[in-house]
């Protein structure tokens, strides 16, 4: 199973802070809201709320385009939901990765088009897991996967 079950559209806030000629600092949060989905006998919902620190190299390639890569820490808080079967331990964990990406912007004047894909490195991985009444002890109806994906769509405005 996919965190989340599917594309998770959700509001991001991001500054971007000027450092040196062509490097910047990043800071930002993200808030994806719950899914539900069916995991193999039981139903469960994810959500994710997370902020971001990081640094980038921005290329220009032309007057309005320009190309960037960015290296950022992500820390948040990863919320399964297991509705059924009772869940063991139930509740949020921390979630802490690590990303690599690219970001393609467009600028006209002040406002900026964006588009970031990163890869992301899951430093804490949880297991959750579930009671299964008609056996005795535990099951795992999740694991946190290794590695993900993000993609971002921005717009904004450039000081």
């Known amino acids: 199973m996919n965190v989340p079950p599917r594309l998770a559209l959700g ?42 620190l990081g640094a980038c190299y921005r290329a220009p390639l032309s007057g309005v385009w ?13 919320d399964v939901t297991v509705h059924s079967p009772t869940p063991l331990a139930p509740g949020a964990r921390t979630w802490l990765a690590g990303s690599a990406s690219a970001v393609s912007a467009l600028r006209f004047g002040a ?3 964006s588009l970031e894909i990163a890869a992301l490195d899951h430093f804490s991985r949880h297991t959750y897991l579930i009671d299964r009444a008609s056996t005795p002890g535990a099951d795992s109806i999740f694991v946190e996967p290794t590695f993900g994906a993000l993609a971002t769509l921005g717009a904004g405005v450039r000081f």
Do not use: K, M, W, Y
């Not at 190309?67 to 808080?77: E, F, I």
């Open 66 to 78: 320009s190309l960037s890569g960015c290296a950022t820490a992500l820390l948040g808080n990863l």
């Open 111 to 113: 406002a900026e088009i």
């Open 11 to 52: 509001p991001s806030l991001r500054a971007d802070v000027g450092l040196f000629d062509h490097v910047f600092g990043r800071l930002g949060a993200s808030f994806f809201p719950e899914q539900h989905a069916r995991a193999g006998s039981g139903d469960v919902a994810f959500g994710l709320t997370l902020g971001s």
